[in-house]
């Protein structure tokens, strides 16, 4: 069967802010990354704060800046000169997309891309004959891929009509519909499974997880590969009780044989600086691998497969 979608004058609607090419730990085989711009969730230890928002951001490394004052050519207030580099008046920032390839040095850069379809299949395709080796093929990420428009379900369309295997990494805190219409486009759904526990959830997420709990039930009816993934992060979920919780919620269904645990590190911190952002978990320290080996045993117990590590 051919799906049907026009691509000549198409513009990629969702918005993008990393294409990473040769990753191999995000679904089967080689695979290429795309990650989507913009989540319903802000969670507290997100190492990619530049995925969070839906637009355009700018982003600020002062170690890069040589002061060549390019940047000022732009006459705009949120960029405060100074003796050997410049100040960001973050508030101020209206529109970072002026600053897109204005810095010589890149110590100013525009986080979020919107991409034509086309352009952007013909980036994916490029590594076409690694996918057919190994077996691999796309992920989409993020950010969220499934809150993102009408663009996504068309990408899924021309990926399979290219015979290219599609994972889509995903918390599901959507409405249901966003999902419904990419299942029989993906070969597999990575569920990033935080919590069960609704107040810790909102407390750390600013989301619902009864959303995600349901979703989740109704998507195993629907599809039959979906692995779980579980970020372990201290004082959020990191004990064996609320370990315990989240994987037997995730062997009673049914259609779930995989589980992963992820362990926190606290890489992205720099990042919020760059985007003039506080972030809470700069201090916290990281999860060793080791310490997932109990989660591990736990789940192995109950009949699911088990991977440790990023």
Not at 6 to 16: L, N, S
Not at 173 to 189: C, K, N, P, Q
Request: hydrophobic share 35%.
């Amino acid at each position: 069967m051919k799906w049907e979608t026009d691509v000549k004058d198409i513009k990629f609607e969702p918005m993008i802010f990393n294409i990473q090419r040769f990753s191999t730990h995000d679904g089967k085989g080689i695979r290429t990354m795309i990650f989507y711009k913009g989540c319903p969730l802000s969670c507290k230890w997100c190492c990619n704060p530049e995925s969070q928002a839906f637009g355009t951001e700018l982003l600020y490394n002062p170690r890069l800046c040589k002061n060549f004052k390019d940047c000022l050519e732009i006459k705009d207030k949120a960029i405060i000169p100074g003796k050997n580099s410049i100040d960001i008046n973050w508030s101020s920032v209206q529109q970072p997309e002026l600053f897109r390839n204005v810095c010589a040095t890149r110590a100013l850069t525009v986080s979020g891309e919107e991409l034509n379809i086309k352009s952007l299949l013909l980036e994916i395709e490029k590594d076409k004959s690694f996918y057919d080796g190994s077996g691999g093929g796309v992920t989409l990420s993020g950010g969220e891929p499934l809150s993102q428009g009408p663009g996504l379900v068309n990408l899924l369309i021309e990926l399979k009509n290219r015979n290219i295997d599609t994972v889509i990494e995903t918390s599901l805190h959507v409405a249901w519909y966003m999902i419904e219409r990419s299942i029989d486009l993906t070969g597999a759904f990575l569920v990033d499974l935080k919590h069960t526990d609704k107040e810790k959830f909102i407390r750390y997420t600013g989301g619902d997880s009864d959303l995600v709990l349901n979703n989740l039930a109704r998507l195993v009816k629907c599809h039959n590969n979906i692995i779980i993934r579980v970020p372990v992060i201290p004082d959020f979920n990191h004990t064996i009780q609320e370990m315990k919780k989240i994987i037997d919620f995730s062997v009673s269904l049914k259609s779930v044989r995989e589980i992963h645990f992820l362990p926190f590190h606290n890489l992205g911190s720099e990042k919020y600086r760059m985007l003039g952002k506080s972030y809470s978990y700069t201090d916290v320290r990281q999860v060793d691998t080791g310490e997932l080996e109990d989660y591990a045993q736990y789940a192995r117990s109950v009949g699911l497969n088990v991977k440790t590590g990023g």
